[in-house]
C-alpha cells in the first residue's frame, strides 16, 4: 500500500497497466485473484506499487499447459513426416523448420519435440511471440523417453532473435544443444537475444560447447526485461581468438539465474588458443543491466570468474568450485550495491602460468553492499593474490558503508585484504577467519588511512604458526596490539573452540553418496541431470547445507 493516501500512479504506470490489461496479461491482476476482470482497476490505483508477482514453480518446475486457445505442433525426427499436420503425436511433423512456420505469431502455441529424437538443424531465426505472460509461446517435448531431445547444430547458433521488433512471452524448455561440428574456426552462439526482448524463460536445457551458450542483449532505447533461466546445464562455451562466456548478458532488467549448472565455460584445454584468459567467465553480467539474482547455482570450474556481477545485484546460496575469481560484486565505473550471501566457496585456482588468482569475494565501487554467511573454504592454490574477501575501491570509486558478517573464512591464503584507500565506513563482525597452513594475516589494510574507516567487533580469530595475525602498511601485529591499531571490539581466538566437522571435503560429499573418492565426480554427476533424473543431492542447495553444518562451531 502507498504511505500517502493521495498518491497516484504515474501516467507511464498507467499506461504500462493498460497495456497488460489490453493483452489480458496476467500482471493487470492487481487485486491478486489471478484472472484479468476490470475490478484490476480500482485494485492498481489502490496497489499500482505492489504488482502481482509472477506464478511460483511448482516442485521447483515452471508448471506450463496449453491454453484452449494453443495450437499445439508434435515434431519427431524418428517417426514424423512435414506432410502430416503435426496437430497430434500421430502425425508429427519431422523438422522443426516445419513446426515453426505452422506456429502463429501473438498466439499461445507449442511445439512439442519427441523425447529422445535428435534433429540436425537449429532452432529458427525466432521471429514471434506469445500471447501474454499467462498464454506464452513453448518449445517443450513429449514421449516416454527420460532423454532430451537433443538439436545438433554442425557449425551453426542453437537460435537468434534479432531485429526491430519486440519478442515477449517465450518459453525454452527440456532439450539440448550442441554444435556437433564445431572446428576452432568457428564461432556460434547457442541461444541469442540480441533485440528488445521480454518474459522469456529457459528451462530444463543442456546448451554446451557455443562460443556463447546464452546471450541477452537489448539495446539502449529497447532493452530486455523479466528473463528467467532456471535448472539448466550451461556448460563448455570456448572460442579462439575472441571472448567466451556460459551466459552474458546487457542492458537487460529483472532477471533470475536459479538452480543451474554452469561449468568449464570460457575454455577448452583441447584446443590451441582456447585456453582460460581473464576475459571469459561463467557468468557476465554488464554494468548496463539492473535487478539481477543468482540463487542457488553450482558456479564451477570457469576460465576466470564465476560470476562477474559489475551491475551489482544478488549472489546467493551458490555452490562456487574451482574458479579463478569467484564472485566480483561492481564495477569501476559505476557505482552498485548488491548482497553476496549464504554461498560456499571453495577450491579456487589460477586461470594459467603468470595468472595467479584464487580469490573469493571481491568488492568494487558499491555502496551499502551487504555480504554475509558466507563459506570460503579450501584454497587450490597459494598464489600471493588469493584474497578471500577483498574491497578493491580507490579514491575515485569508493566501497562505502559496506557491511562484512558471519562469513567464515578456512584455510584460504590470504584472508580479509582491503586494497588502496577506497573504503569509507565498513562493518565488520561475527566472522571467522581461521588458517593453521599459511600463516597470512587475518585481515590486512595496504594503508593505513583505511583503519578508522572500519567499525570491527566480535570476531574471532586463528592464524597457525605466527602470532602476527593481522597488518597494516609493513607492520604487523598480534591480536593485543591490533585492539589498539585498529580500534576493534571484543576480538576472540579459537582457543578451546572447534568447528563440527572441519574435515568436509567435497570428496567426503562424493563418498557419503557412495561415489569414488573423486573431487569432480559431484559436478560430473551434476551436469547429467534433467528433469527426469533430477536428484537434489547434486544441487547447490544440500551441497550448500552439507559444508555449513560442518564448518559451524561446535562451542
Known sequence: MNSAASAQPSAAQFLQWLTHYTNNDIRADYNYDNIVSPADFSAFIINYDNPPQPPQPTDGWTDLNPSGNSRVIYVSSSQGNDNNDGLSQSRPVKSIEKAYDLLRDG????????????????????????????????????????????????????????????????????FELRPHLRTRDDAPGG?????EHEDILIEDCLISGYADNLQFQGDSDRRARDIRVRRNIITDSWAVGRHSQGLYATRVDNMFLEQNIFDHNGWNDREEGAEPTIF?????????CSGIQVL????????????QMRSGGVVVGNFFYKNAINVLLGHEDYV???????????????????????MGIHIQFTNDAKVRDNLILRNGTDAGQSEAIAIIGDSNDLVQNLLIERNTIYNWFNNVVIENEGLRNMTFRN???????????AVRHWTTSTLDDVNAYNNTYFIGGTSSWFRAHNSYYNLNQWVNVADESSPQTFSGR????????????AQNLLLPADDDIVIDRARTMSRSTWDVSYTAEKIVEYFKEGYKLAN
Open 107 to 174: 498466439q499461445p502455441d507449442w511445439i512439442r519435440l519427441r523425447r529422445g529424437d535428435t534433429w540436425y538443424e537449429s532452432l529458427p531465426n525466432w521471429k514471434k511471440s506469445g500471447k501474454s505472460y499467462a498464454e506464452p509461446m513453448v518449445v517443450s517435448y513429449y514421449g516416454e523417453s527420460t532423454n532430451r531431445p537433443r538439436l545438433l547444430t554442425g557449425t551453426t547458433r542453437g537460435m537468434r532473435a534479432t531485429g526491430d521488433e519486440v519478442r515477449k512471452h517465450l518459453r525454452f524448455v527440456g
Open 191 to 195: 541461444i541469442e537475444f540480441i533485440c
Open 336 to 358: 552498485t550495491t548488491g548482497a553476496v550471501n549464504g554461498n560456499v566457496i571453495m577450491a579456487g585456482k589460477d586461470i594459467g602460468p603468470g595468472l595467479p588468482r584464487g
Open 498 to 509: 572447534s568447528f563440527v566437522d572441519d574435515s568436509r571435503t567435497l570428496v567426503r560429499y
Open 296 to 307: 542457488g547455482n553450482i558456479i564451477s570450474n570457469a576460465s576466470s570468474h564465476g560470476v
Open 280 to 288: 571469459n567467465h561463467n557468468i557476465y553480467i554488464q554494468a548496463t
Open 431 to 441: 566472522n571467522i577467519i581461521y588458517d593453521s597452513q599459511n600463516e597470512s594475516p
